[in-house]
């Protein structure tokens, strides 16, 4: 079936298509790793159904107040260079900075800063977006989430220390949009909180393979808890995502790495009472490292990885998994038992965070062993009670292994949210709150 496609480049056209009530898919970047692009036409099998892009919306950005205001199609990028223009930072910085900002609003992404300044939902202070009747509303942090969900509250309780649930979090009135998916309506505005900018100190420090020993992993992220303050970021990545970067902005000497981003007026007490306290790490093992070349090596890889998977014609097999600190042997554990299916993998992510993102490299034959292994993957992951997808969102690819994670009150709640807010079922009606129980 062929789709139908709208591009959209101002609001008064957005208005238009969204008063037609058209059962409709709104996107921007296509950099989503939860919404297949590539296959669609497989799953929006709707008739009468649209895609929508709005890559092209009218943008602008201001900063007021210690807020960064911005409308449109404003991507991180463009975004973080405006604000340090300005002498300012952006609190959230996603991998992926091509991607729009209003898209990571309705995915609730949330990136490697939450270390140091907590995920995007507490950042965003104003929300503005179309309703069904494409009228414009506003939503604003500092008031309580309207609607009466009843169970649900509780139910958010024990995902509190997590970057997301594996349901969106509602207790603010933006929390409407957060993490929706643009199930509710269509994000056309953000007011972001932002800092001062200041100086960083960036280093890396060399550990042996996870697989082999990871005394020093669970030295490194237990002690690294109480310097959250410090370091605006705490990342990973092992000797098997370094493979794919060309060799030479490779540094690891065929080990694992962890990347800190320390903020240079707390450097001294970070590295006495931090890193010269390690036991299983030398101190030759520990380098400092020019601020391009650290982020060249940290966006390098996972963009690195998932060309690598495009090239091979594979959908993305690959994990987001969150832990609580004390779960993090557990984590690798599973981890670890991937390791021995024969199947090409690496692992990196948001190491301080007990997020690390395991990517199976599946041949085609090697797909389906990989798709069970991650079926079996999910329900340990429920049962200790970590969050499943923290930060890329559910989408149509994690919706199979979702249903573990939720109990009636989840689908009582989309279900009424759904009635209320999207009466028409108009908008990405394939997504998570459809889902029947």
């Not at 449109?72 to 990028?77: E, M």
């Not at 604000?83 to 996603?94: E, R, V």
């Not at 009472?273 to 299983?280: M, S």
Request: glycine letters at 4%.
């Amino acid at each position: 079936m062929a789709l139908n496609k709208k591009v959209f480049k101002d609001i008064d056209e957005l208005k238009k298509h969204i008063k037609t009530h058209k059962a409709s898919f709104y996107y921007s970047s296509q950099t989503s790793t939860v919404i297949p692009y590539d296959y669609l036409e497989q799953i929006f099998t709707k008739d009468d159904f649209y895609l929508c892009d709005l890559s092209l919306m009218r943008k602008s950005m201001k900063i007021e107040d210690d807020h960064l205001i911005i409308e449109g199609a404003v991507s991180w990028k463009e975004a973080k260079e405006f604000c340090q223009s300005s002498g300012y930072c952006i609190k959230t910085s996603p991998t992926e900075e091509l991607a729009l900002i209003s898209a990571g609003a309705a995915t609730s992404a949330t990136g490697e800063r939450y270390f140091c300044h907590g995920n995007l939902r507490s950042q965003i202070s104003e929300i503005t977006y179309l309703d069904y009747n494409a009228d414009i509303k506003t939503l604003k942090k500092e008031k309580p989430f309207s609607f009466n969900i009843g169970d649900y509250s509780e139910d958010m309780k024990k995902y509190t220390s997590f970057k997301n649930p594996p349901f969106p979090m509602f207790e603010n009135e933006t929390d409407l949009l957060i993490g929706t998916e643009g199930q509710l309506g269509v994000i056309t505005g953000l007011k972001l909180k932002i800092d001062k900018d200041t100086n960083s100190i960036f280093m890396f420090m060399l550990l042996d393979k996870w697989e082999q020993n990871d005394d020093a992993h669970l030295e490194v992220i237990e002690k690294v808890q109480n310097f959250r303050t410090h370091t605006h970021i705490c990342e990973y990545i092992d000797s098997n995502a370094f493979s794919y970067l060309d060799s030479k902005d490779r540094p690891n000497k065929g080990k694992d790495a962890i990347f800190f981003e320390i903020k240079e007026s707390m450097f001294e007490d970070f590295y006495e009472n931090f890193i010269c306290k390690l036991e299983h790490i030398k101190q030759e093992e520990i380098f400092e490292v020019s601020k391009q070349k650290f982020h060249l090596i940290r966006a390098g890889v996972p963009r690195a990885v998932f060309e690598e998977n495009s090239k091979m014609g594979v959908k993305k097999m690959g994990t987001d998994v969150q832990v609580k600190i004390k779960d993090f042997p557990k984590l690798l554990n599973i981890y670890r038992e991937f390791t021995q299916e024969g199947v090409k993998y690496n692992l990196f992510g948001h190491f301080g965070d007990a997020h690390l993102h395991f990517n199976f490299m599946p041949i085609d034959s090697q797909t389906s062993l990989c798709q069970r292994k991650l079926e079996k993957m999910y329900k340990e992951v429920a049962n200790i009670e970590a969050s499943p997808f923290a930060e890329h969102g559910i989408g149509v690819i994690k919706q199979k292994f979702i249903k573990d994670f939720w109990t009636d009150s989840q689908y009582e709640v989309f279900k009424m949210l759904k009635e209320t807010c999207d009466p028409h079922n108009q908008f990405f009606p394939q997504g998570f709150m459809c889902i029947q129980k």
